[in-house]
């Protein structure tokens, strides 16, 4: 694995992103008091029923804000965000970014504890195959010549409702 950068965040109370407001993730999370209307893939996945446990809308919850704290490190330390939740034939990307001359793909692993394990140790060599053609699929469609590509992975464990700890892998894993 490459280098690590390791930070403690902390999510702006809800009343800051309210009344359309930016969260700081490029997207606004309420437009004029009321919540968003679901994309189609949510209101499929709500009309057969897969994923209406409470348990799976938790997890769907955590896994949207720790993908919208990963986005807010990465751009506080100069990153251009190209991507999120970019999907392909392969499956989805979480984030898709330029350091500097690289092409990053950033997988995003959010835990609300480390019971289970540490997020990153999610991913598997069946996660970073699929993102490898994550990556060449994105790559014929993104207009560059010769352009390193990286694979990075952000991981976030909830230490209090509205913190966590960061833990950037750079260079997590090489494609084969």
Known sequence: MGEIDAAAVMERP???????????????????????????????????????SGQGRRNRELGRRGEDAAARFLDRRGYDIIERNWTCAAGEADIIARDGDALVFVEVKTRSSTDKGLPSEAVDAAKRGRYER???????????????????????????????????????????
């Not at 993730?25 to 679901?38: F, H, I, L, Q």
């Open 14 to 52: 809800q009343a800051e992103r309210s009344n359309g407001r930016q969260n700081g993730s490029g997207g606004a999370d309420e437009v004029g008091g009321r919540r968003p209307t679901a994309a189609k893939g949510e209101r499929k996945r709500r009309a057969s029923g897969k994923g209406s």
């Open 134 to 176: 994550i990556a060449a699929l994105f790559l014929q469609s993104y207009d560059v010549v010769d352009v390193p590509v990286r694979f990075d992975v952000v991981s976030l464990v909830l230490v209090s409702p509205d913190r966590a700890l960061v833990r950037h892998h750079i260079d997590a894993f090489v494609a084969e």
